[in-house]
């Protein structure tokens, strides 16, 4: 099949001569949990640039509500926490990273409550709750269900306190820049909302951009997770794994014609029980844990029961819940459900799945970098080996924690001498015009998420995989001819770029691993597939 994005390495024309520059030591593309926490650290010894495409708060960190996963209570203990992640992990977790990342969470976490993070507390510890697959109550939990945003306004006001740390907010990573003769990252070039095209040259790179939900009809994503991280470094020769490997979230508030709302799976920790439309609870049927079981079990029970009772949704039951507690612990979904005249005390809540987060991204090692020099990748957008097939509830603000630590750190060694000890290559790099018709992107990024959404969904099958790639592939030949001007554009190449990136790699496995669930192919293949399906820009 013919990849018509082999033949461009930059989206743009660029000629770094005629455009403006800037220089960095370390420069961190996203500014989620994993970004932030990388800035804090190559701060400490270099100077810092965070460019992100929205503003400070347009993050999955910021949405995020369950929590953080980590080992803090007497009774819970390491080896416990290491074994629920693999457990999920369904055979292809990497040991070392699970226990690196294990370990480090509980110092970590204390760290972010001493910068200011208000975490629950109970006699003056920070509290936890249970989330499925988790054999202990090992989720600390801020305002409620204000988890992400609570933990990110702890580290932007760290951050915007640091003077080594530059901040560009509204800046559009459009590619890496890398060096032609051995391929070593030096920057970027982007565009940014007043000054337009620029070229940030940085001595190291830490990719931070979070997921690509959005690629999917029915996400629990903000709009900027459109899979840009993805793109740019496969772009730049960066191997990607693991890209079948989309979680999807059992239960977002379903209101027809309403985005997609997150609900918190700390409700069915905590005793909210799944109906269908005839009032049955059905998940005892489907697993031993119930509520309780991995989410991507939980997400095939719910659309097995959509499409045994013919409806477009299930419901939450928290009836039983005490009303005032409810409005506490759940203050977000609390008011979101008042919005939408659900009366928690006496009415069911409509849910169904909705795609949640990438498991797979861009190869990296236990120092976060990846096969690119000077190029490191932490949180979503990374392989760390840490979820393997399936990530467990929680798991991954813990992971863009310590990996983002840890890019932090390897990235800002790359400072020995000033900053402009060696010159920076001119770099020219020219599109022929196009002929072909223009196809408007908005209607191609539309036909896209449903494509995705029936084709690459929580079930999956060869031929719609196939014919998924037939049609991604016939979008990219009137798309990715092109020269686009402004971030939909570039938004609507690189979702094309990854989609057909994650079919392939879906039809790929012809098994059923984790939230990779082949119906052609129901059974686990260790034999063939206890491995990581890897692609790379030939």
């Known amino acids: 099949m013919t990849m018509h994005q082999e033949i461009r390495r930059y989206l743009i024309n660029v000629d770094s001569i005629r455009t403006n520059q800037l220089f960095t030591d370390c420069l961190i593309i996203g500014a989620g949990i994993a970004g932030l926490r990388a800035a804090i650290e190559a701060a400490q010894t270099c100077n810092v640039t965070i460019v992100c495409k929205g503003t400070l708060q347009d993050s999955n960190t910021w949405q995020a509500q369950g929590g953080i996963a980590s080992v803090l209570q007497s009774n819970d203990s ?7 992640t693999i457990a999920a992990g369904c055979g292809i977790c990497d040991k070392n990273i699970v226990e690196l990342v294990v ?76 060096n032609s003769e051995n391929n070593d990252c030096i920057g970027l070039v982007g565009s940014d909302s007043t000054r337009g095209t620029q070229i940030i040259w940085a001595k190291s790179t830490i990719l931070a951009t979070g997921g690509a939900g959005q690629l999917y009809r029915e996400t629990t994503n903000p709009d900027v997770a459109t899979a840009d991280g993805l793109a740019i470094a496969w772009r730049a020769g960066a191997v990607l794994s693991d890209l079948e490997f989309m979680q999807f979230h059992p239960t977002t508030l379903y209101i027809a014609g309403a985005s997609r709302a997150l609900i918190t799976e700390a409700l069915r920790g ?37 499409l045994k009772t013919n409806t477009t949704h299930v419901y939450l039951d928290v009836r039983k819940f005490d009303k005032d507690h409810f409005a506490k612990r759940f203050p977000r979904i609390g008011e979101l459900c008042e919005s939408f005249d659900i009366d928690v005390k006496k009415d069911l809540i409509p849910v169904r799945p909705s795609a949640h987060y990438m498991v797979g991204g861009v190869k990296t090692d236990t120092n976060a970098a990846t096969n690119v020099k000077n190029l490191y990748a932490c949180g979503e957008i990374a392989a760390t080996g840490l979820h393997g097939a399936n990530r467990l509830g929680s798991n991954s603000l813990l992971e863009g924690l310590v990996f983002g630590r840890i890019a932090g750190q390897q990235a800002s060694n790359c400072r020995n001498g000033g900053l402009f000890e060696y010159k920076h290559p001119a770099i020219t790099y020219t599109i022929p015009e196009s002929s072909r018709t223009r196809l408007d992107t908005a209607d ?21 995989l196939k014919e998924a790639q037939e049609i991604i592939s016939f979008w990219q030949r009137y798309v990715m001819d092109k020269v686009f001007e402004s971030p939909k554009g570039w938004e609507c190449q690189n979702m094309l770029t990854v989609a057909l990136l994650m079919a392939q790699a879906a039809q790929r496995r012809t098994e059923s691993r984790g939230v990779h669930y082949r119906s052609d192919h129901p059974e686990t293949d260790d034999k063939n597939f206890k491995k990581h399906i890897e692609l790379v820009k030939q």
């Not at 390491?78 to 629920?84: K, L």
């Not at 031993?288 to 029970?301: G, H, N, T, Y």
């Not at 191609?444 to 719609?464: D, H, Y």
């Open 78 to 84: 390491f080896g416990s926490h290491i074994n629920d």
């Open 103 to 178: 370990k480090q969470g509980p110092g970590l976490v204390k760290q972010l409550f001493d910068w200011g993070t208000e975490f629950d507390l109970e006699n003056d510890n920070i509290a936890t709750t249970l989330e499925g697959g988790h054999s202990s109550p090992r989720i600390a939990h801020a305002h409620g269900d204000e988890t992400g945003r609570i933990i990110a306004s702890a580290l932007i006001k760290k951050v915007k306190a640091d003077t080594n740390i530059r901040i560009l907010e509204n800046f559009y990573c459009i590619d890496l820049v890398t």
């Open 270 to 306: 905590e005793g909210a029980i799944l109906l269908d439309n005839t009032g049955l609870r059905f998940m005892p049927q489907y697993h031993e844990s119930a509520e309780l079981a991995p989410r991507d079990i939980v997400s095939r029970a719910i659309l097995s029961q959509m």
């Open 444 to 464: 191609v990024r539309n036909s896209l998420r449903a494509l995705m959404w029936r084709n690459v969904g929580i079930t999956r099958r060869e031929q719609p």
